[in-house]
């Protein structure tokens, strides 16, 4: 019977909700019946008929019980009865370490605009940290339950990892990741994919504060969805929960939606489909977490923020920027924090003379930590059958690295060599 502290909270990486452990009810999964859940049927927005089919849920009853209950969780396995923990307000499975560890959920957010690059940054990003940062950072990425809305059961996040971006990316003819279906007609956007990130290296000063650790441990939570597709008030509030709750956030910037930059650039894209006023990511980004409640709007915002213009290869021929920060960083002693700042300076300054200030105001007044990241997902642009020569990616991870940094989880290369 593991304890657990009468205060302490968990975030569930699928509602984003807070609750205590203790609170957390079982399902029966070695039960042979199958019974409707409406709490998941409600979660998923399950078109009318269709039911979720699933194993009983055991909820707590008695008033000791339940008030034993803030101070352990029961065990899962009795004999022949298999049990998992779910979530008390969706339902979903808690993936196993953040269900039996208690560990608070450390969540880092990734947001954009439609078009503004996600899908393509996640199914990139996932494969350079598993194929290249795992040497050189010194991290492991391991894969950890969530749901599929097809199957209607808990997968690992792999498996749906290659559905959504890797058949396309990965395959032997790579294309461009399609374009998602808004959250409306397709329940699967709501499902997250779930990461443990693990840092296995130290500085000598964080060795000292964990001495007895094999690796430090950070959740990753991709939610594969934008603000602007959530018409309906649930999904606006599940959205809100997760920017607002994040330990962290990557805001993704659309470069073609800006027609100061727009006109400078010399490609094919569909002009028509952007508007002449660019979709003000970073001032519904703040007001988001304000509307959230959970900071003091005299004060600037905590939360470290990751300004991040994606699709930064089609910036390459344009006057302004130095050659200098299309360069790929290395981080094999450490985040490259130098070559971070330079390009954040770089870009700043780009925004400023291109006149594009309402970024820098909106960010400089309302956050405390910032900085700003050119990063490519594919390094070009797809042909318009969809298809790729190659997939070279710039800087595709610096703005992820800056925030572990900021979180204290990575250590820059000046950390690394101190006492
Ligand atoms: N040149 C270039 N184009 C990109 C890159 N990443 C995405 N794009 C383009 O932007 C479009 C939208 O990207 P997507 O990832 O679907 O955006 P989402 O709607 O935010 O998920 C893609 O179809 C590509 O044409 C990149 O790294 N470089
Ligand atoms: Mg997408
Ligand atoms: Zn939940």
Redesign the pocket.
């Known amino acids: 019977m593991p304890f657990t502290h009468p205060f302490s909270k968990v975030l569930c990486p699928f509602c984003f909700e807070y609750f205590h452990l203790g609170q957390a009810p079982v399902r029966v999964v070695s039960s042979s019946e199958l019974v409707n859940d409406p709490v998941v049927q409600e979660f998923l927005r399950l078109p009318a008929g269709s039911e979720a089919l699933m194993p009983p849920v055991e909820e707590q009853s008695g008033f000791f019980n339940k008030a034993m209950r803030n101070f352990y969780y029961p065990a899962l396995h009795n004999g022949k009865v298999t049990k998992h923990r779910i979530c008390p307000h969706c339902h979903m499975k808690l993936p196993i370490q953040l269900g039996n560890n208690g560990m608070l959920s450390n969540i880092i957010a990734v947001t954009?605009?439609?078009?503004?690059?996600?899908?393509?940054?996640f199914g990139v990003l996932i494969n350079e940290l598993k194929n290249r940062y795992s040497q050189e950072v010194g991290l492991n990425l391991i894969t950890q339950e969530t749901f599929s809305t097809s199957a209607m059961r808990s997968v690992f996040s792999d498996e749906l990892y290659n559905e959504r971006y890797g058949a396309d990316l990965l395959g032997d003819n790579p294309q461009?990741?399609?374009?998602?279906l808004s959250a409306q007609t397709n329940s699967d956007i709501r499902i997250p994919l779930i990461y443990r990130l693990n840092l296995t290296r130290f500085s000598k000063r964080q060795r000292w504060l964990h001495p007895f650790a094999n690796h430090r441990p950070i959740d990753l939570v991709l939610f594969?969805a934008?603000g602007e597709d959530m018409s309906s008030p649930e999904m606006l509030s599940l959205y809100c929960r997760y920017i607002s709750r994040a330990a962290g956030i990557i805001a993704?910037i659309?470069p073609l939606s800006y027609p100061e930059i727009r006109n400078d650039i010399t490609m094919n894209y569909r002009s028509t489909s952007y508007q002449n006023r660019p979709y003000d990511t970073m001032g519904v980004l703040t007001q988001t977490i304000e509307s959230a409640g959970r900071h003091n709007s005299t004060q600037k915002i905590n939360t470290p923020l990751a300004v991040t213009i994606?699709?930064?290869?089609?910036l390459r021929n344009i006057d302004g920027l130095d050659p200098s920060v299309f360069e790929d960083h290395v981080h094999s002693s450490g985040f490259d924090s130098l070559a971070a700042d330079k390009t954040s300076d770089a870009i700043r300054n780009f925004l400023i003379r291109k006149r594009i200030n309402s970024i820098p105001t909106v960010v400089e007044d309302n956050y405390k930590t910032y900085k700003y990241f050119g990063m490519?997902?594919?390094?070009?642009?797809?042909r318009p059958d969809?298809s790729l020569t190659s997939i070279e990616?710039i800087n595709i991870a610096d703005s992820l690295f800056w925030i572990l940094n900021q979180l204290g989880y990575l250590q820059t290369e000046e950390e690394m060599k101190k006492n």
């Open positions: 954009g605009y439609r078009d503004s690059g996600k899908s393509n940054f461009v990741v399609r374009a998602t594969d934008a993704l659309d994606s699709k930064f290869d089609l490519s997902a594919l390094g070009r642009s797809p969809r990616p």
